[in-house]
């Protein structure tokens, strides 16, 4: 089992910052990919950005290529999310997930609680 546990939301004017962070605990030495969804009321959830845990490569949804950026500390055993010049549009509960498979389209094993990121106009 692999426990997640997002912190960090809160609320922003856009144009704002704010950093997610995700800390992980547990069986965690199986975890090969970590990555960043969120839920916006109404819609669907949305992969934002993922990182393999050993070598540190990337991936981010075309819609915040740019203003966020993913990394990790492996020695924390956690996973931050950057997020710069945010818009209303953002507005979201963000969830951490974490997997073994480094298949692209492979689904995540486990997911924290979420937090919730408000952007005002």
């Known amino acids: 089992q692999v426990q997640l546990v997002e912190t960090g939301g809160g609320l922003v004017q856009s144009g704002g910052s704010l950093r997610l962070s995700c800390a992980a605990s547990?069986?965690?030495?199986?975890?090969?990919?970590m990555g960043w969804f969120r839920q916006a009321p109404g819609k669907e959830r949305e992969s934002v950005a993922a990182?393999?845990?050993?070598?540190?490569?990337?991936g981010y949804a075309d819609s915040v290529k740019g203003r966020f950026t993913i990394s990790r500390d492996t020695a924390k055993n956690t996973v931050y999310l950057q997020m710069n010049s945010l818009k209303p549009e953002d507005t979201a509960v963000y969830y951490c997930?974490?997997?073994?498979?480094?298949?692209?389209?492979?689904?995540?094993?486990?997911w924290g609680q979420g937090t919730q990121v408000t952007v005002s106009s």
């Open positions: 997930a974490s997997k073994t498979s480094i298949r692209i389209g492979a689904p995540y094993d486990y």
């Open positions: 547990g069986t965690i030495w199986n975890t090969n990919v």
């Open positions: 990182i393999t845990w050993s070598g540190g490569g990337t």
